[in-house]
């Protein structure tokens, strides 16, 4: 399909969604009208009512450039659209919101808010659904598609090529492969040679050429760059690198020179630092003041009848960049003992670990041993959700053994994380679990959100209400 038409299908999708829009406006305030008695007149939208509606579509045209609602669809799934809809949708009703309160009308209230917001919310991702299965419906009959060339028939290309039919609802259909290479994978059919490639553009209506070569340096790689310049197609190219890319990376000018962020990470913004440290406060000074002023002097107690020793523990981790930090716990396990074992490797706690006292299963159990650590949050060396930190010596035995290990460490540690809350705390014996542990962190540093700390809070409460396996 033309890059014209694709630009049409954008804007009929805009269209389509700014009519359902003003639908669901104008049924909320025919409904808005019967709910206090008055008799509907629909379309008659005049007003304030016209201003608030002149609102609604600006801000939707405005926040689905920034949600990317209208991206080709092409090139992502679903959900990612869905997302995109609901924050767009959010902000419709901060709009909502912020209009009421400005504007007192009996027809404009939150019964009115309330009945727009859902309504448009399930119109709209009904429409989504609907207009994708027509595309999907359209695909199957062969129209639809963008015809694509893949140039490079390596390990590269044949991956992108398995991606591309596999899902074949995307829309994509692979005209052929461009590769000057004496031995090509046989499954890489039809295959041409770089000299026949302006004969295959000139004679044929192609939307894309990717270059997945795994050498840019390469002078072919140059000589298909150069000549597809010539014709009007999408060019792209697939880095020879791009197994190091994260789930999301961003690519931005420094200068004359394109720079490749290998992964994006939300709190490198320093506001989101702000606003994640403001919280941190908070919340830390309320539990102290209500909480932590009564709980901790029994914890205290407890501690001392259950054994001889201190009543905190500290011990060295390592929190942002690697920097050592000095890590407090409500001390659970027998005073003296200790960390190495007679081989000089870590010993993490085990399952019925005769080290840990018997208050000390108790406050393992139910985390409450690492409440403490709000002190280190109170400090600025960790967070109250993160990365979880770990010892020196286990940093030490992780570095070589899992990949990407020390990349949690781009953010303050926390008392609780991602990984925390999906099972994968406690012992790490097996390579495989710390390799977990470290994709949940990367995950989380890679996609933080306030949402999501709040949900990682609740999952945290929720774990110590009902009980951990994995804490002993």
Same mark, same amino acid.
């Given at each position: ?125 009904? !429409?989504? @659904? ?55 994978? %046989?499954?890489?059919? %039809?295959?041409?040679? @770089? ?9 044929? %209506? ?48 420094? !200068? ?174 097996? %390579? ?41």
């Amino acid at each position: 399909m033309p890059h014209s038409s694709h630009k049409a299908y954008n804007l009929l999708r805009l269209t389509t969604d700014l009519f359902l829009l003003a639908i669901c406006f104008a049924f909320s305030i025919f409904l808005a009208e019967r709910h206090i008695g008055m008799i509907p007149r629909f379309l008659d939208i005049s007003g304030n009512k016209l201003i608030f509606l002149f609102l609604q579509i600006t801000s939707w045209i405005l926040v689905s450039g920034i949600t990317r609602l209208y991206e080709e669809l092409y090139f992502r799934a679903f959900q990612y659209e869905l997302l995109a809809l609901l924050k767009t949708t959010l902000a419709q009703a901060l709009v909502a919101v912020l209009f009421l309160f400005m504007v007192k009308e009996q027809v404009l209230s939150r019964y009115f808010a309330g009945a727009y917001i859902l309504l448009l919310l399930g119109l709209m991702i009904v !429409g989504k @659904i609907v207009f994708r299965g027509y595309l999907t419906l359209l695909r199957k009959k062969g129209r639809n598609l963008r015809s694509v060339i893949i140039a490079g028939a390596g390990d590269t290309g044949k991956h992108l090529a398995q991606f591309i039919r596999a899902l074949h609802h995307l829309g994509y259909r692979i005209v052929g492969f461009v590769d000057d290479a004496d031995q090509v994978d %046989p499954d890489l059919q %039809p295959r041409f040679r @770089i000299g026949e490639m302006e004969k295959i553009l000139t004679e044929n %209506p192609i939307d894309m050429v990717v270059v997945a070569a795994a050498d840019l340096d390469d002078p072919d790689v140059f000589r298909v760059l150069t000549l597809c310049e010539r014709f009007p197609v999408d060019l792209r190219m697939i880095p020879n690198f791009y197994h190091f890319l994260g789930t999301r990376y961003e690519i931005f000018n420094f !200068g004359p020179f394109p720079f490749i962020s290998l992964r994006s990470i939300p709190l490198d913004q320093w506001f989101w630092r702000f606003y994640k440290r403001g919280f941190d406060l908070l919340l830390s000074l309320f539990l102290f003041v209500l909480v932590f002023s009564w709980l901790w002097p029994v914890m205290a107690v407890l501690i001392k009848l259950s054994s001889a020793g201190p009543v905190f523990f500290k011990q060295e981790r390592w929190g942002a960049k690697n920097r050592r930090i000095h890590c407090y716990k409500f001390r659970s396990m027998h005073h003296g003992t200790g960390d190495i074992d007679r081989n000089g490797d870590y010993q993490q706690a085990t399952r019925n670990d005769p080290r840990v006292t018997r208050i000390g299963r108790f406050l393992r159990r139910t985390n409450l041993d690492e409440l403490p650590q709000f002190i280190n949050v109170i400090r600025g060396d960790m967070s109250v959700v993160g990365p979880r930190p770990h010892p020196t010596p286990l940093n030490l035995e992780s570095i070589d053994q899992v990949q990407n290990y020390l990349f949690r460490h781009m953010i303050k540690p926390g008392i609780t994380g991602w990984a925390q809350v999906n099972g994968f705390r406690g012992e790490t014996r097996e %390579p495989g679990l710390m390799k977990k542990r470290v994709e949940h962190d990367i995950w989380y540093i890679e996609n933080w959100s306030f949402l999501l700390d709040m949900k990682i809070l609740w999952l945290t409460v929720k774990n110590m209400i009902q009980g951990d396996e994995q804490a002993y």
